[in-house]
Nanobody, 125 residues
Framework: EVQLVESGGELVQAGGALRLSCAGSGFTIDDYAIGWFRQAPGKEREGISF????????YYADSVKGRFTISSDNAKNTVYLQMNSLKPEDTAVYYCAAAGVISSRLLSWEGFDNWGQGTQVTVSS
């Protein structure tokens, strides 16, 4: 069974940094695309980044490009999201998700079938 567990969310001041972790079990992250999404109160879920370790592909939404970096550690079966220069508008619940099929659908944030429970990130002004 594919399982994902996020961690690392907390309260941080604007301009600060956080690193989120997404630990996978029941599968090998190298065989999947792992994405990060977020959902702020009253807003739709937003795809912000994904990685396909096997192919060395990373992708970012414009809203986080240049501030966030996604990476993976296959030995730990974990994907990270380093978030720098945080803004109050980055406040959201952050989720990671796994996609078993690598295709152009990922560019539309589609195909992610397995989800973690989320971790809260709050950025104070």
């Amino acid at each position: 069974e594919v399982q994902l567990v996020e961690s690392g969310g907390e309260l941080v001041q604007a301009g600060g940094a956080l690193r989120l972790s997404c630990a996978g079990s029941g599968f090998t992250i190298d065989d999947y695309a792992i994405g990060w999404f977020r959902q702020a109160p009253g807003k739709e879920r937003e795809g912000i980044s994904f990685i396909t370790s096997r192919h060395g592909i990373t992708y970012y939404a414009d809203s986080v490009k240049g501030r966030f970096t996604i990476s993976s550690d296959n030995a730990k079966n974990t994907v990270y999201l380093q978030m720098n220069s945080l803004k109050p508008e980055d406040t959201a619940v952050y989720y990671c998700a796994a996609a078993g099929v690598i295709s152009s659908r990922l560019l539309s944030w589609e195909g992610f079938d397995n989800w973690g429970q989320g971790t809260q990130v709050t950025v104070s002004s």
